[in-house]
């Protein structure tokens, strides 16, 4: 499937650009520098019912701006952020997904190549079986009711967050990034990588260990 068929919020992929060398132009203006480009590219997916929170959760994240009254999510949309923990620069793609049931046939397709799944509520039964699981209780749902849905699944881990109070957001991806880079071979990690759904720069060779984690995180 081509992604960008499926992206409909007008603000989303703002990333995709990101990476441009941009002139400043002018006599006399000095030409920027290219950014670093990254070490890895890592795919998280949102997903979950309706009106949860996913996409205030994404813009949180990318933006740090939240919407009182958004849209639906029609279909897929993506953004993308730089983080860099272990001391590599990782570009994070997110993939928020419709919680509207008529989008499943849509958006279940862009499970599989997830290498991290961010579950707010809803079970996922298309998903590979290595992806990191982590369940995000976002707006009213109690500690215990999270707890309660994370144990039924094996591997999967509860974390409180609030994209309206911006609590604990940056530290659920963080930490989700962290498991999925602490899981996987950094062999495999380089070749899934380079085959990931959007390509977006060509991206050096990677070293074979990473240094320890240095997160410092308030969930889970
Ligand atoms: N109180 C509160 N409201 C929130 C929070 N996060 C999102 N909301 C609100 O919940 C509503 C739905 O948020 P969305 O982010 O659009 O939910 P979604 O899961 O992406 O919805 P779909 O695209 O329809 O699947 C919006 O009115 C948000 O303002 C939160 O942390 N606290």
Redesign the pocket.
């Known amino acids: 499937m081509d992604p960008g068929a499926a992206l409909h919020r007008p603000a989303g992929g703002g990333g995709l650009g990101a990476g441009s060398p941009a002139l400043s132009g002018g006599q006399g203006r000095r030409r920027k520098q290219p950014p670093r480009p990254a070490d890895f590219k890592l795919q998280v997916i949102i997903i979950?019912?309706?009106?949860?929170?996913?996409?205030?959760?994404m813009e949180r994240f990318t933006d740090d701006t939240?919407?009182?009254?958004?849209k639906?999510?029609v279909g897929v949309d993506f953004k993308i952020k730089t983080v860099e923990p272990r001391g590599k620069k990782i570009r994070l793609q997110i993939w928020?997904t419709?919680?509207?049931e008529r989008f499943n046939s849509i958006t279940s397709a862009y499970y599989r190549s997830a290498k991290g799944i961010i579950l707010?509520k809803m079970i996922d039964k298309y998903a590979s079986e290595d992806a990191e699981l982590l369940l995000v209780g976002?707006?009213e749902i109690t500690r215990q009711q999270g707890e309660k849905f994370a144990q039924q699944i094996a591997g999967m881990r509860f974390c409180e967050a609030?994209?309206?109070?911006n609590f604990n957001v940056d530290e659920i991806f963080l930490k989700l990034v962290d498991d999925i880079l602490k899981k996987m071979p950094l062999d495999i990690l380089r070749n899934e990588l380079s085959n990931s759904i959007l390509s977006l720069q060509p991206e050096p060779d990677i070293p074979p260990e990473l240094p320890p984690p240095r997160l410092h995180v308030r969930c889970c």
């Open positions: 979950g019912s309706r009106d949860v929170g996913k996409t205030s959760l939240f919407c009182e009254a958004c639906s999510t928020d419709a919680g509207q707010m976002n707006k609030s994209a309206k109070d």
